[in-house]
């Protein structure tokens, strides 16, 4: 498979040399990001906490981050612009042989997903941002060995329900995490922001089918992967989503796939606002030099 790594990346992680980075998070730089995000981007600021997640992260400026599952790219937008050009950002997809198990892609729609890396950093020009970091992508099951050992952190942001959800049929979260552990520096942090189930739900509401994931569950797969659990942030937790045995986490803002011809409904699941997040960061292992 051809993978879309620039030119840059490649002559950079191929010859060691690690991208130019600064000391520590630049709470300063983020601010200045945020401030000069559109409207619509911002009204999901008080939802989605972008600051205090990625300084609970320690992302910082200069380094390289992958982003899995990055969607439509809300979070890529504000990473690209804050990592700056001598950051890297790498968008990872999930692998082709899991679309088909959702059920609802068109065959044409199944077609186009052969091509995501190499359209999602195409697409990431139409951004619109002057000092970008370099943009790159692969997808699981095929990180490319000039990423082994180069990634400062890695951040799944609501991307973790439906590689639980098909692991029985394909091995697809413990894949995932088998190429988060290479990718990443010894030490290197992985940060999860995930749509959390209440520990009372059945286990097997809680799968990742309807979105939502124990937090138990989460740190259990992390840390049987080869993770360390370093703690949690409540920012994201929301105490009115509530959900029941019949309700999914798409039911909420910004989908509300249930309530898109009943005002009543639609008015009470914006009054809940987005869901209840877990967020969770853990570390790389720290191998001793011999």
Known sequence: MNIPLSALLIAVLALGIPPLSADSFDGDRLTAVLEAGTQERQARYTHRNPYETLEFFDVTPGTVVIEAFPGGGWYSRILADYLGPEGTLVGVDYAQEMFPLFGFFTAEQLAERQSWSEDWVAGASDWGIGDSATIAAFVYGSMPDELAGRADTVLFIRALHNLFRFEDQGGFLSQALKDTLAVLKPGGIVGVVQHEARGDM?????????????????IEAMEQAGFEYLGALDINENPQDQPGPDDAVWRLPPVMNTSRDAPELRAQMQAIGESNRTTLKFRKPVQEVL
């Open 202 to 218: 059945p286990d097997d509401w809680a799968d990742g089918s309807n979105g939502y994931l124990k937090r138990e569950a989460m």
